[in-house]
């Protein structure tokens, strides 16, 4: 599933190495990962991974939805706090890259 020679060679700018073993190890957690990615966007109701399905979701429970004199679906809701989640993870990943 993992083209080994992008993983070795990402974990070598990290300055790491990384055993021949590991590979089959990685293999089961990237599938993980693709699992739960696949999970969120049937979640949402769709058929076509996007971008906001590919970051980590917490789970929350919400009792009732908040009073503000607006009546709108629980599905809106789930989608604000996804679209919020995914605008995090891309703040965390700019921050990075500007960093540097």
Known sequence: ???KSKVKKYINT??????????ESLDRLL???LDQVCLNTLEDSMKTV??????TKTKTVVE????DGVNLRPEFYKLA???QD????QAIVMSRQVKG
């Not at 190495?17 to 590991?22: D, E, K, N, P, T």
């Not at 009732?64 to 009073?67: H, Q, S, V």
């Open 64 to 67: 009732k939805a908040p009073r």
């Open 31 to 33: 599938a993980e990962v």
């Open 50 to 55: 996007m971008p906001q399905h590919c970051v």
């Open 81 to 83: 706090r996804n679209i």
């Open 86 to 89: 995914y605008c995090a993870e």
């Open 1 to 3: 599933m993992i083209q």
């Open 14 to 23: 990290k300055g790491l190495s990384l055993s021949s073993q590991s590979y």
